[in-house]
């Protein structure tokens, strides 16, 4: 383990109800086998585990399951505002089913130190993902949203892995059409959820991204922090990524056709690009594919078919 990792393990009461993994107090030997994971997995408790990267003031929060398991690690990545605190449910699905769940949050993210965005791009981004990567216990399963999906496929040009899944990510500049200029040239040093149109009364967001729940669109407005201008102008403008230097692992990609950011035609583009297994959802808004209450569970369920089917 880095000498700069910082790590507080405690249990997790996901049900509501006071019930917490208490730890078995056992050795290596007293592993969950897949059926017996799969019978327990609703209502399971689970482990949090916090870690820190102090020298990069980056901190990744883990769910863990109740017992050890030979699955691969997930390393999910967010996209812009965004934090840990948008793949909660995604955590709390994989890890009762034997996964553990890695979700980072990028430089001045939830709760990852705060920072001077006028000082923070997409290569800050890079290198915390670089980072994060390398205290991964084996090659993980990345899961990229958004601009999280471009630094994913960039984190697979430099690190191994077990698998790639992009939802609704952005694309590289191979595949991007010029951005308007104004659009780039009006970007402010930092921004907020004003500027990707969040900032609107409940009832219009919620008309937009119709699989949101009320309590989902008004969790996302809360939870949005501040973000880089510098990143964000070096996504609309392009970042190359070397289709040669990706590893030869599974696959996948999946596009939300209400996304209002990253179009679900780009997402088939990028998968063909790829050569990845493509998945639409066409009721699906960006947020929906990750957080939506009501809609979360199909796409996790997508992601978990492909890790089984591909042996991953």
Do not use: C
């Not at 049900?15 to 897949?34: I, L």
């Not at 915390?128 to 999280?148: E, F, K, N, Q, T």
């Not at 999906?149 to 892995?161: C, T």
């Not at 990845?276 to 959802?281: L, M």
């Amino acid at each position: 383990m880095s000498p700069d990792l910082e790590r507080n393990s405690r249990p997790l009461d996901i049900n509501g109800d006071g019930r917490h993994a208490a730890g078995n107090g056992k050795g290596g030997g007293d592993e969950e086998t897949p059926g017996r994971l799969e019978e327990r997995a609703q209502g399971r408790p689970i482990r949090k585990d916090e870690r820190i990267i102090s020298d990069r003031g980056v901190y990744i929060e883990s769910w863990l399951p109740e017992r050890r398991s030979r699955r691969k690690p997930l390393f999910l990545i967010h996209g812009e505002l965004g934090g840990s605190w948008l793949w909660h449910r995604y955590l709390g699905y994989f890890a009762p089913r034997g996964w553990e769940g890695h979700a980072i949050n990028l430089r001045g993210h939830y709760w990852s130190e705060t920072v001077d965005f006028a000082d923070v791009d997409f290569t800050t981004y890079l290198d915390d993902v670089l980072a994060g990567a390398d205290l991964m216990p084996r090659p993980p399963i990345v899961v990229g949203h958004g601009m999280g999906g471009l630094l994913a496929m960039r984190l697979a040009q430099e690190r191994p892995l077990s698998a790639l899944v992009l939802l609704s990510p952005a694309l590289p500049a191979q595949l991007l059409e010029p951005p308007p200029a104004h659009m780039v040239r009006l970007l402010p040093r930092q921004f907020r959820r004003g500027l990707l149109g969040w900032d609107g009364p409940l009832e219009v967001l919620q008309r937009s991204n119709p699989d949101l729940t009320p309590a989902d669109v008004m969790r996302v407005q809360h939870m949005m922090g501040a973000e880089s201008g510098a990143a964000r102008r070096q996504m609309l403008e392009g970042v190359e990524v070397d289709l040669g230097q990706l590893p030869d692992v599974p696959r996948l990609v999946i596009g939300a056709g209400l996304d209002r950011f990253f179009a679900e035609g780009d997402s088939e583009r990028l998968a063909e690009w790829l050569g990845a297994t493509y998945q639409p959802y066409g009721a699906h808004s960006h947020y929906g594919l990750v957080i939506g209450e009501e809609s979360y569970e199909q796409v996790a369920d997508a992601i978990r078919a492909f890790i089984e089917v591909n042996r991953v």
